[in-house]
């Protein structure tokens, strides 16, 4: 009876208007956070999702930032559980960015984790690790263990959807190094063993899943339980051992009993698999139907279309399947795109707004000087001299800029001039003295003389790359030549991540501003190489409204740029930048890494 007079309180209150203070407002938000966590609790995320949009609400026009952060968050979480996927991305971005403004390191680490997370849940991969690496960089030197293992698991998972398995692998034994939950320990281990069996490392995976499957823990989650058992036992039937029937069987009928129906999924999956790669395709087919059935009845398309993709094969007529794999697949397909595009519209979404109010203004001004010029002669006189003025700074900036285009190409030219004089003058000169002194009798057999010969090679090798350094292709092959550069400076200790281009992306863009952007990216990822020790380098680019905008990204040891801009070429590259019409900023501080974002017309 108490239970229900308490939430007849809320739902009388949830239709009122409350005229109190935010200090009188407290103890009824509190029952509201609680109400949040009870239909949460019971799958109710609609009222879940209403009771914290009322906690958001009754902050508007507090000063209490913390709070505020919080309850986007919490609309957020609730939102996603909703299926309300935009809105919950715009809302962690919104906590995310009240915890920047913050400087809570640690929370913005925390949002991080589930902005990685939902982004890898509508295959945005790429977005998924530069949020999460970004994630890492501000929980360094922190022991939020927990979520920094949340991280690595949200990467290796991006990495695994793209079929890299080796650094999904990778990522899992990092969270598996500061993971003390013995559970989590056993889950991420699992984790390990189907990317090895991706990678048709049978005998290996199983026998990591022999070592989980021996854990005395693992009986305490038991849908944990029966995903290794049915992972050890598909993993035997890739290796045709006689029991992998059986025990596939064994899993299916766990996971029946304890009413797990995406692990009876996987199950039907697995079943399908070994009878149809033993000709059983009657049988097969009985599972890939029931697969289907769960499918729709747990309401994933992912899940449907992997069922589709089996019933194409063993169907004896197709069509019809074949039909509603390609439709489904469309659907798919247009569902992510457009997700994506609205992901992309929240991020720069505070940018469009500042835009939007700037052109407001400029509007303004517009119209009065239309009003004056209705109302006085003088006015008149005033917006034509207006008019005129700006009409010259355009001329001026007009010619200014050719002058620049005029001393990038003269720059070109005669940096092209000279590699080219040092290669076929300087470097086939010392190339022939490399030959004469190879041809004298006994000169290679000293060691001070293998010395030198070994230092004319260095230094004509230097002569030459520094000549084919001035051969940008600024083509259509500008995009593979920029990606070359970039992967160029990745290796076992640098990871650089690039995000992924649409076709033509770089057509529009002027040549002069291809090689400029070119030689500026190609100075960063020096001076990273030299100085910064980082592990991880991010680069991104995109297009908004007729501009391009480069991110780098990196998580080295940052550093003070009050000291730093005049060396390590960094006032090299703002020249560059400044020649064709853009802009470069950095953001660094000492162990905080280093930002340098870079934006330029097309």
Known sequence: MKQKLTFLFLFVCGFTNISWSYQKDTPIIETWKDSCKYYGKIRKYDSAVFYSQKILNSLHGSNDSISIAKALFRLGYYQRANLDIVNAFENYNKSYQAFVDLKDSVNIGKKALNISNLQNS???????EITAINGLKHLKNTKENKYISGLYNSLAISSSRKKDYADAISWYEKAVSITSDSISLLKYHNNIAVALIHQAKYKTAQKKLVTIISSSILGQDSILLSKVKDNLAYTKSLLNEPTAEKELLQA?????????????????????????????????????????HIANQIKSTESKLKTLSLLIDLENNPKKVAKEYRKLNDSINDYRSKIKNQFAKIIYGVEEKQKENLLLKTEAIVKDLKLSKETSRRNVLVLVSFTLAIAIISIVLIWKQRIKTARIEERHKTNARLSKKLHDEVGNDLYYLLLQLQKVSGFDNNHENLKILKGFDSVYNKIRDFS?????????????ELLSLLDSYGDEETKVITSELEPGFWNEI??????????????????????????????????????VIVT???????????????????????????DIGGTITFDSKPEEGFKATMVFST
């Open 552 to 578: 780098y990204v990196d998580n080295g040891i940052g550093t003070d740029l009050n000291k730093t801009i005049s060396k390590n070429g960094l006032s090299n590259v703002e020249i560059r930048m400044k």
């Open 510 to 547: 002027a040549p002069l501003k291809k090689e400029e952007l070119y030689f500026v990216l190609k100075e960063l990822l020096t001076n990273m190489k030299r100085h910064s020790k980082a592990n991880v380098v991010a680069i991104t680019f995109t297009k908004e409204n007729k501009k």
């Open 122 to 128: 509508i295959g945005d991969f790429s977005g998924a």
């Open 252 to 292: 299916l009928e766990i996971r029946k009993k304890i009413k797990d129906y995406s692990g009876q999924f996987a199950s039907c999956i697995h079943l399908t698999e070994y009878y149809q790669n033993r000709n059983q395709d009657n049988i097969a087919l009985d599972y890939a139907n029931k697969a289907y």
């Open 468 to 480: 084919r350094d001035h051969k940008i292709e600024t083509g259509e092959e500008y995009g593979d």
